[in-house]
């Protein structure tokens, strides 16, 4: 499967994005997939996930309340939308698929990467 992530750009504090990552390939639906985000000079670090039937979703603690994972299997994309931004969201976001149908916050989970989106949060 290959990722293509959409969506990112400059908005406000308090505003709000949908981020989308579009795979190719049958095989979608079959993979859990993630989010992650990467700030400048930091560990990328996990955001939130969502297990191959969207049945459960798992978020890290700092966008929780804030973000939702989605996902429509009948269209390859997964999404992540996200509320209530604030300055330390900015980061370069990527999606990925994980090795089976379960979510996880581990990169290590991991076998398909996308290229990225920038989102900048200014306050």
């Known amino acids: 499967v290959q990722l293509q992530a959409s969506g990112g750009g400059l908005v406000q504090a308090g505003g709000s994005l949908r981020l989308s990552c579009a795979a190719s390939?049958?095989?979608?639906?079959?993979?859990?997939m993630g989010w992650f985000r990467q700030a400048p000079g930091k560990e990328r670090e996990f955001v939130a996930s969502?297990?191959?039937?969207?049945?459960?979703?798992y978020y890290a603690d700092s966008v929780k309340g804030r973000f939702t994972i989605s996902r429509d299997n009948a269209k390859n994309t997964v999404y992540l939308q996200m509320n209530s931004l604030k300055p330390e969201d900015t980061a370069v976001y990527y999606c990925?698929?994980?090795?089976w149908g379960l979510g996880s916050p581990q990169k290590r989970d991991y076998g398909r990467w996308g290229q990225g989106t920038l989102v900048t949060v200014s306050s």
């Open positions: 990925a698929a994980a090795l």
């Open positions: 390939g049958r095989t979608f639906s079959n993979y859990g």
């Open positions: 969502i297990t191959w039937s969207g049945g459960s979703t």
